[in-house]
């Protein structure tokens, strides 16, 4: 009986793993394709978040998208242990290549708030502000209990800059769920309704809130949840992360 629960854990563990990989690069692709045409393109016709003219902006933004793209591609894989303990000098130098694109890209978001608002108003504002300082905080944090050879705080962090490294495609996951179950209700113009509200901060926070109460646990030893409760979370976030990217698989694979 153990053994075939074991198995049940290990199938819905690498379901999961692998629908989060294959959603996430499809977020990477687009990711990738948008910032480097909007490094190299004038997209004012195509987008808000360029402006015409506007060096400065257009850079901070473009540029907070690609980096953006890495550390999405990059986070699953340093925290995937088999290749941390093979291949740990890889480890290493992905881990400083994410440390540099997720310093970028609080960077360029930070920049780009400061220089030219977001589309969503001072709510808009103030959480995608804190969502770049909680990077940048998190990011410095790992690098630092890494280099003092502190690997159990180091990983802690590595946990809370993970969830926050998939912010933007969570974002648009939970708005790709929205709109598959509830259509453009609470969805105002220019992101004021009161679901957009909610989403200026729900990409992140209860994600870092949830990695705070496992890492809690983890320290005293407990399971956050009982075994049922966690493979129906499981089941559920593949669930949910199949509906929210076929919502938006159109838009990342540049077909509208």
Same mark, same amino acid.
């Given at each position: 009986?153990?053994?075939?629960?074991?198995?049940?854990?290990?199938?819905?563990?690498?379901?999961?793993? #692998?629908?989060?990989?294959?959603? +996430?690069?499809?977020?990477?692709?687009?990711?990738?394709?948008?910032?480097?045409?909007?490094?190299?393109?004038?997209?004012?016709?195509?987008?808000h978040?360029?402006?015409?003219?506007?060096?400065?902006?257009n850079?901070?933004?473009?540029?907070?998208?690609?980096?953006?793209?890495?550390i999405?591609?990059l986070?699953?894989?340093?925290?995937f242990?088999p290749?941390?303990?093979?291949?740990? +000098?890889? *480890?290493?130098?992905?881990?400083?290549?994410? #440390?540099v694109s997720?310093?970028?890209?609080?960077?360029g978001?930070?920049?780009?708030?400061a220089?030219?608002?977001?589309?969503?108003?001072?709510?808009?504002?103030?959480? #995608?502000?804190?969502?770049?300082?909680?990077?940048?905080?998190?990011?410095?944090?790992?690098?630092? &209990?890494?280099? +003092?050879?502190?690997?159990i705080?180091h990983?802690?962090?590595?946990?809370?800059? #993970?969830?926050?490294?998939?912010?933007?495609?969570l &974002?648009?996951?939970?708005?790709?769920?929205?709109?598959a179950?509830?259509?453009?209700?609470?969805?105002?113009?220019n992101?004021?309704?009161?679901?957009?509200?909610?989403q200026?901060?729900?990409?992140?926070?209860?994600?870092?809130?949830?990695?705070?109460?496992?890492?809690? *646990?983890?320290?005293?030893?407990?399971?956050v949840?009982?075994? &049922?409760?966690?493979?129906g979370?499981?089941?559920?976030?593949?669930?949910?992360?199949?509906?929210?990217? &076929?919502?938006?698989?159109?838009?990342?694979?540049?077909?509208?």
């Amino acid at each position: 009986m153990a053994i075939a629960n074991n198995s049940l854990d290990l199938r819905i563990n690498r379901t999961l793993l #692998f629908v989060m990989g294959v959603f +996430a690069l499809l977020f990477v692709y687009y990711a990738l394709d948008f910032s480097m045409r909007g490094l190299s393109q004038d997209l004012s016709a195509e987008t808000h978040l360029y402006t015409a003219g506007a060096l400065l902006p257009n850079t901070a933004i473009f540029t907070h998208m690609l980096a953006g793209a890495l550390i999405t591609f990059l986070a699953p894989l340093q925290l995937f242990t088999p290749l941390r303990q093979r291949f740990p +000098a890889l *480890h290493r130098a992905s881990g400083y290549l994410f #440390f540099v694109s997720a310093i970028l890209t609080a960077i360029g978001g930070l920049g780009f708030i400061a220089i030219n608002r977001t589309i969503g108003g001072p709510v808009m504002d103030i959480a #995608f502000a804190l969502y770049g300082l909680s990077v940048l905080v998190c990011c410095v944090q790992t690098v630092r &209990y890494a280099r +003092a050879r502190d690997f159990i705080t180091h990983r802690e962090w590595a946990l809370r800059v #993970f969830v926050l490294a998939m912010g933007s495609w969570l &974002y648009r996951i939970q708005y790709g769920v929205w709109f598959a179950t509830m259509g453009d209700t609470g969805i105002g113009e220019n992101f004021s309704g009161p679901f957009d509200y909610f989403q200026d901060f729900a990409f992140f926070v209860p994600y870092l809130i949830g990695v705070e109460i496992y890492i809690r *646990h983890q320290r005293a030893g407990r399971p956050v949840l009982p075994l &049922y409760a966690t493979r129906g979370l499981a089941v559920l976030s593949i669930a949910l992360l199949s509906l929210g990217t &076929y919502a938006f698989a159109p838009l990342f694979l540049g077909l509208r």
